[in-house]
């Protein structure tokens, strides 16, 4: 490779001395890439499961735009924020299966398929390809449509595929991560994200930048998006309306400062460092989500569900695994989620002792009922 263009890749190392890059913990945006014990491709099942939940509303979208684009003779489908791993195919799979199902149901030759993969240049794309064949080898038994799959890294805070292209789009789990802290954060001593005890400036900035960034995105959308065309698209969000400051006692965030306070206490971790740290997150409600779509104008609002979020239950096929089984897998899907992060802002050396201070705090907490997180599913149709 030339070696002017290995100069030009920013790094994403730690480095003790942040002046130069403030944020530098943002460009590790990304998920655990692999397929090790720490990967997202590992410790993914609740993502998993809110696909499979949110699978009614990807099926009835993806039928009614067949039917409302008549039934085209190419689709072209994008995955936003994909990934790696198995995860990535599943929705994709659903839209290309219930395509051919419905074509052969009306007598319709079904469309050739593009489907993209989309995801920050960083994303382990290498691990999500090695899938294609296992792809490949299952939907070729269930159909007849011809599909290409692409990899399309990038910003999805920008334009990623040209005008009146694209036919459907789904993104699951990424819209809630932001393309920037917010500006003009007060520094949040001794915790992450939003709580109880943060300032109304701080959720007023993060919810500023979340109206910013979804504005952008729906934008961008609508120029790559075709008349009609959908989207279906999956957030990490909030039930709470009265108090936008409330996360309860078990929220992630909350329980990742609480690890972190530990550390700082244990002194493995500068105070100063963990009061320079902020999560690029933001968990709207459904009014926020529909005030930001609405005053956008591209798209109208098809579906909005809410459904329940546990995070405790991530890694468990059954359900029942007791409280220090729940813990560890909470932590290890959190972490899947942060190491990258963490790392170009701590460093490595924390990060073994960090999820285990996790695990143990979600079991302290297993008795929490009042929970703030849900999911929204939201379908969009392009005007």
């Known amino acids: ?65 067949m039917i409302n684009l008549g039934f085209p003779k190419y689709i072209k489908v994008a995955e936003l924020g994909c990934s790696s791993g198995q995860n990535t195919f599943l929705a994709i799979s659903e839209i290309i299966n219930t395509v051919n199902v419905l074509c052969q149901q009306l007598n319709k030759n079904p469309p050739e398929v593009d489907c993209c993969l989309n995801d920050l240049p960083e994303n382990d794309f290498n691990t999500t390809f090695k899938f294609v064949p296992f792809f490949n080898e299952e939907l070729m038994s269930t159909n007849k449509a011809s599909y290409f799959v692409y990899g399309a890294p990038g910003s999805f805070y920008s334009r990623l595929f040209s005008r009146n292209s694209l036919h459907f789009i789904h993104s699951s789990y990424a819209l809630h991560w932001l ?18 005890s943060s300032p109304q400036s701080v959720y007023k900035a993060y919810l500023n930048q979340f109206q910013k960034d979804f504005t952008m995105f729906l934008r961008l959308r609508s120029e790559e998006v075709v008349s009609n065309g959908r989207m279906v698209l999956t957030f990490v969000g909030r039930n709470t309306r009265n108090d936008p400051l409330f996360r309860d006692c078990c ?10 306070r530990d550390l700082v206490f244990e002194g493995l971790v500068s105070e100063s460092k963990l009061d320079a740290f902020n999560m690029p997150f ?19 609002i098809n579906d909005l ?17 007791d409280d220090d089984e729940a813990g560890y897998n909470e932590a290890n899907a959190i972490r899947a989620v942060t190491e990258p992060m963490l790392v170009a802002h701590f460093g490595g050396d924390i990060i073994d002792i960090l999820f285990d201070k996790y695990a143990y705090h979600v079991t302290k907490h297993s008795s929490c009922k009042n929970k703030t997180s849900v999911t929204l599913v939201v379908s969009l149709i392009k005007k």
Not at 292 to 299: D, K, L, V
Request: proline share 3%.
């Open 1 to 65: 490779m030339d070696s002017r263009f290995i100069d030009t890749i920013p790094s994403l190392s730690y480095n003790d001395d942040m002046s130069d890059d403030k944020y530098a913990f943002v460009r590790a945006l990304r998920m655990s890439g692999g397929d090790g014990a720490n990967s997202y491709s590992a410790n993914s099942l609740l993502q998993r499961r809110v696909l499979s939940m949110a699978k009614p509303i990807l099926v009835k979208n993806t039928e009614e735009m």
């Open 179 to 196: 393309s920037k802290l917010p500006e003009k954060l007060e520094n949040e001593k001794g915790s992450v994200y939003i709580t109880s």
């Open 251 to 260: 929220h992630f965030w909350t329980l990742l400062s609480k690890s972190l």
């Open 282 to 300: 933001y968990d709207p409600n459904e009014q926020e989500l529909k005030e930001a779509i609405r005053n956008e104008g591209s798209f109208e």
């Open 305 to 321: 569900e809410t459904h329940g979020f546990d995070l405790g239950h991530s890694n468990c096929d059954d359900g029942e695994e």
